[in-house]
């Protein structure tokens, strides 16, 4: 990846420079960058990738004027690992975002646990102010709620959203309820402040993260200053909510109305780009934390399509995420890229559209897509799944081979915790830890997306693989 990176380089800032119009007109401003970042979003819950309700027009429309990935990853099957990986660049076991006491144990920060981003990791925002940006995000941090880790304290300018999920409510005793926060100030709490019905699932705040995400591209087109917009809201996250004029419109219960409403809130954001007329010079990407979490369906969670199990586990279901990158005059209108691509790759490519570098005193594992998107470059590289401190598996070109199998305990699955509901696949969805580090269980996905039929070993295409 590192001769990739430097035989590339120049082609890299040619085709960035061209896409911007700088080899012709000087230096204008450099492109505004919108991140969506959906929370537990499966990569079926959308009309372009086959979920056959059609509820999901806009997001079918920002791919018909894009470039689809169908395989494209997140870092970490669990929320805070792969949004650490995402603003960093880094797998979860450089940044610190892994458990150590427990094999193959997920990690995430909830309000009970005290740690959070170091401060020696890069941050995405941090490195953008370098080249002029003003950084907001909207919604979910989940990277630290201790006041050192305050996402201001990591390059953002703005904050409006929560450290955390909107678990709850809670008694405000033992536990209270999570707060939500405008920059440092605290301005309430979810079911309190910011109400959430359980029983209906009505709460407004997918409209509130949709107005905050508005006004902050109004104002910083008004100031004519670049932007980033790190949009990560939780809609779609147990328990699921939807503003009302949403509840009760879906095919899918209450999980299709937030996606309605999510759909909804996208079409306006982008609409707001072409209104302003700076749609060409934006960069926006479309794209999940981890895999539906199955446990919540069908009520409250999502589809991941024909692949194995959901949120938590390293399967393909966990991992393999929606993706549409969007960017009109630049990213040609209707692609589809088979490009192996990860959530560490929106770093790199976010610092390649802004004309910056990557940190060159530490490895960085995202690699930069602008080539893939903008002249359809495919470049071979590993996608590594990792639970915990351990590597599960790794997939290169078609063939995913599988170090560590299961799914969760024998305890939580009798308990009714069930991260593969309805899907047995027989010494693979083990609720035991299976070890294959030497013989690794190999699966063809282009053949076998949902990694039901292991390779036998001395087939040919296992030794080939």
Same mark, same amino acid.
């Given at each position: 990846?590192?001769?990739?990176?430097?035989?590339?380089?120049?082609? /890299?800032?040619?085709?960035?420079?061209?896409?911007?119009?700088?080899?012709?007109?000087?230096? %204008?401003?450099?492109?505004?960058?919108? !991140?969506?970042?959906?929370?537990?979003?499966?990569? $079926?819950? #959308?009309?372009?990738?086959?979920?056959?309700?059609?509820?999901? @027009?806009? #997001?079918? /429309?920002?791919?018909?004027?894009?470039?689809?990935?169908?395989?494209?990853?997140?870092? &970490?099957?669990?929320?805070?690992?792969?949004?650490?990986?995402?603003?960093?660049?880094? #797998?979860?076991?450089?940044?610190? +975002?892994?458990?150590?006491?427990?094999?193959?144990? &997920?990690?995430?920060?909830?309000?009970?646990?005290?740690? $959070?981003? *170091? &401060?020696?990791?890069?941050?995405? *925002?941090?490195?953008?102010?370098?080249?002029?940006?003003?950084?907001?995000?909207?919604?979910?941090?989940?990277?630290?709620?201790?006041?050192?880790?305050?996402?201001?304290?990591?390059?953002?300018?703005?904050?409006?959203?929560?450290?955390?999920?909107?678990?709850?409510?809670?008694?405000?005793?033992?536990?209270?309820?999570?707060?939500?926060?405008?920059?440092?100030?605290? =301005?309430?709490?979810?079911?309190?402040?910011?109400?959430?019905?359980?029983?209906?699932?009505?709460?407004?705040?997918?409209?509130?993260?949709?107005?905050?995400?508005?006004?902050?591209?109004?104002?910083?087109?008004?100031?004519?200053?670049?932007? +980033?917009?790190?949009?990560?809201?939780?809609?779609?996250?147990? *328990?699921?909510?939807?503003?009302?004029?949403?509840?009760?419109?879906?095919?899918?219960?209450?999980?299709?109305?937030?996606?309605?409403?999510?759909?909804?809130?996208?079409?306006?954001?982008?609409?707001? #780009?072409?209104?302003?007329?700076?749609?060409?010079?934006? +960069?926006?990407?479309?794209?999940?934390?981890?895999?539906?979490?199955?446990?919540?369906?069908?009520?409250?969670?999502?589809?991941?399509? @024909?692949?194995?199990? $959901?949120? /938590?586990?390293?399967?393909?279901?966990?991992?393999?995420?929606?993706?549409?990158?969007?960017?009109?005059?630049?990213?040609?209108?209707?692609? =589809?890229?088979?490009?192996?691509?990860?959530?560490?790759?929106?770093?790199?490519?976010?610092?390649? =559209?802004?004309?910056?570098?990557?940190?060159?005193?530490?490895?960085?594992?995202?690699?930069?897509?602008? *080539?893939?998107?903008?002249?359809?470059?495919?470049?071979?590289? %590993?996608?590594?799944?990792?639970?915990?401190?351990?590597?599960?598996?790794?997939? !290169?070109?078609?063939?995913?081979?599988?170090?560590?199998?299961?799914?969760?305990?024998?305890?939580?699955?009798?308990?009714?915790?069930?991260?593969?509901?309805?899907? &047995?696949?027989?010494?693979?969805?083990?609720?035991?830890?299976?070890?294959?580090?030497?013989? @690794?269980?190999?699966?063809?996905?282009?053949?076998?997306?949902?990694?039901?039929?292991?390779?036998?070993? $001395?087939?040919?295409?296992?030794?080939?693989?």
């Amino acid at each position: 990846m590192a001769a990739y990176a430097t035989a590339t380089r120049g082609l /890299q800032q040619l085709l960035v420079l061209s896409a911007l119009g700088l080899l012709v007109t000087g230096t %204008p401003r450099p492109p505004n960058i919108v !991140l969506l970042l959906m929370d537990d979003m499966g990569w $079926g819950d #959308l009309g372009v990738y086959g979920e056959p309700s059609r509820e999901t @027009p806009n #997001l079918d /429309q920002m791919a018909l004027e894009g470039m689809l990935f169908p395989n494209f990853y997140s870092a &970490n099957p669990l929320c805070s690992p792969s949004r650490a990986a995402l603003l960093t660049g880094r #797998l979860p076991i450089r940044n610190g +975002f892994y458990t150590s006491n427990g094999h193959a144990r &997920n990690a995430y920060t909830p309000q009970e646990i005290m740690g $959070g981003i *170091p &401060n020696s990791e890069h941050l995405l *925002p941090e490195l953008l102010k370098k080249a002029g940006y003003t950084n907001k995000i909207v919604g979910k941090w989940h990277l630290g709620h201790r006041p050192q880790f305050h996402p201001l304290k990591h390059g953002f300018d703005e904050w409006f959203g929560s450290p955390n999920c909107h678990f709850g409510p809670y008694d405000n005793k033992v536990k209270p309820n999570i707060p939500v926060y405008r920059d440092w100030e605290m =301005v309430g709490r979810f079911y309190e402040e910011f109400p959430i019905n359980l029983k209906t699932g009505e709460a407004n705040l997918t409209q509130l993260y949709l107005q905050e995400a508005l006004d902050f591209i109004r104002t910083q087109h008004a100031r004519q200053s670049p932007f +980033f917009l790190y949009w990560a809201i939780d809609a779609t996250h147990a *328990p699921v909510y939807a503003s009302r004029p949403f509840l009760g419109t879906s095919h899918r219960g209450r999980y299709g109305d937030a996606v309605r409403e999510i759909d909804d809130s996208v079409g306006k954001i982008l609409s707001l #780009l072409q209104n302003l007329g700076i749609s060409k010079n934006t +960069f926006v990407f479309f794209t999940s934390d981890n895999g539906a979490a199955l446990i919540s369906a069908p009520k409250e969670g999502g589809s991941n399509g @024909p692949f194995l199990c $959901g949120k /938590q586990t390293t399967f393909e279901g966990g991992m393999r995420e929606p993706a549409i990158a969007w960017w009109p005059g630049h990213i040609a209108a209707g692609q =589809v890229s088979h490009q192996l691509g990860s959530i560490m790759d929106l770093f790199t490519t976010s610092l390649s =559209v802004a004309g910056l570098k990557p940190p060159s005193d530490r490895i960085i594992d995202g690699l930069d897509l602008l *080539p893939t998107m903008l002249q359809g470059h495919v470049m071979d590289r %590993p996608i590594f799944y990792y639970r915990g401190n351990t590597l599960m598996a790794v997939t !290169l070109g078609q063939y995913k081979a599988h170090f560590w199998t299961w799914t969760n305990s024998w305890e939580e699955f009798r308990q009714g915790i069930d991260f593969c509901p309805g899907q &047995n696949v027989s010494g693979v969805t083990t609720h035991t830890q299976e070890e294959h580090t030497e013989l @690794p269980l190999i699966f063809h996905l282009g053949r076998d997306p949902g990694e039901r039929f292991p390779l036998r070993i $001395g087939h040919p295409q296992a030794v080939k693989s």
